[in-house]
């Protein structure tokens, strides 16, 4: 028999050994579906440091007769400590529920608890305090250097004038260095590439600290060691520095190294939660991307084009 490879995240164990029955359907593990039956996993028990829990979640857009539930029954929990990656094909709603989850978008049913309460009854600046978000889309930034963009992630704690203290400009400093932008703190950032604009992005959030952090597609536009770069930063905040991270991702592969939980939406708007390797062996992956060409390998945590389809001339 052929031997399986060490799945990243997956605990060594001896060759031959069965996975033991919800062996990685740990604390965490939920499931949901789609509109179209509202079926729904159970949350599991509330764990120590959880900062935000969606119960039965409802997403989607519109109002009351005009609303359109593009998801629903997801529940889940984001605590700190632990690093969470969304993943899911273009369309999935990925993006939709990160917004649900922090406010920025009505909920359509269930609900969202930040800090226990309704985040729907939070204003602006607690929502701020309490998570801070870097979504993918290009910002037109006039003159502003790299260290006004970072400083930005301190107008949560200012006065009404706006006013930045010692100890703000010090957050603001060690933001930078963190992503390892001290050098350009004075550069304009229309003038940055594309990697060191979404550094500077992640900067902000990081001076705004806040307990979660929510990253929507942090390493588009990157080169491969820049993308590595954003995980073990990632990494690092949530397991250092005890943040709740949450990283919606392409980078599937990079995800299954890095995250203590992996979220799945699938073309259907089907949501599954879970380790990595339960995911991994779950098909959840593999139905989320189905390709007639490309194929979910779970031994190895990559995908593989299949042979079995020649290619086209």
């Not at 995240?9 to 949901?32: F, K, M, N």
């Not at 260290?147 to 006013?163: C, I, K, Q």
């Not at 500077?200 to 060691?225: H, S």
Request: charged share 20%; with cysteine.
């Amino acid at each position: 028999m052929k031997s399986i490879r060490h799945v990243p995240g997956v605990p060594e164990r001896p060759a031959g050994q069965a996975l033991p029955d919800g062996a990685y359907a740990g604390a965490g593990v939920g499931q949901a579906s789609a509109a179209g039956d509202g079926k729904a996993g159970a949350l599991p028990g509330e764990a120590a440091g959880t900062l935000l829990i969606a119960k039965d979640l409802a997403t989607g857009w519109g109002k009351k007769k005009n609303k359109i539930i593009l998801s629903k029954g997801i529940s889940l929990q984001i605590s700190g400590g632990r690093l969470s990656a969304l993943v899911g094909p273009n369309g999935s709603g990925k993006s939709t529920l990160l917004r649900t989850l922090v406010g920025l978008q009505p909920r359509l049913g269930g609900e969202v608890l930040l800090q226990g309460k309704p985040v729907e009854s939070l204003s602006a600046e607690e929502r701020a305090r309490n998570v801070a978000c870097v979504f993918n889309e290009r910002l037109d930034a006039g003159y502003f250097t790299v260290f006004d963009m970072v400083a930005f992630g301190r107008y949560p704690y200012t006065d009404t004038r706006n006013s930045l203290t010692g100890e703000d400009l010090a957050q603001v400093e060690r933001a930078i260095a963190a992503v390892g932008m001290t050098a350009f703190s004075r550069r304009a950032f229309s003038g940055l590439s594309d990697g060191e604009k979404q550094k500077t992005q992640l900067a902000r959030a990081i001076a705004q600290n806040a307990p979660i952090l929510v990253l929507d597609e942090p390493t588009a536009f990157l080169d491969a060691p820049s993308r590595m770069e954003i995980f073990d930063l990632a990494g690092i905040l949530a397991h250092e520095m005890g943040k709740a991270v949450v990283v919606c991702t392409h980078e599937v592969d990079l995800a299954l190294r890095s995250a203590d939980e992996m979220w799945v939406m699938d073309r259907e708007h089907c949501f599954l939660s879970g380790t990595p390797a339960f995911v991994s062996f779950s098909g959840a992956i593999g139905r989320a991307f189905a390709s007639s060409r490309a194929r979910f390998d779970p031994a190895s945590g990559t995908f593989r084009m299949d042979r079995r389809h020649p290619r086209s001339s």
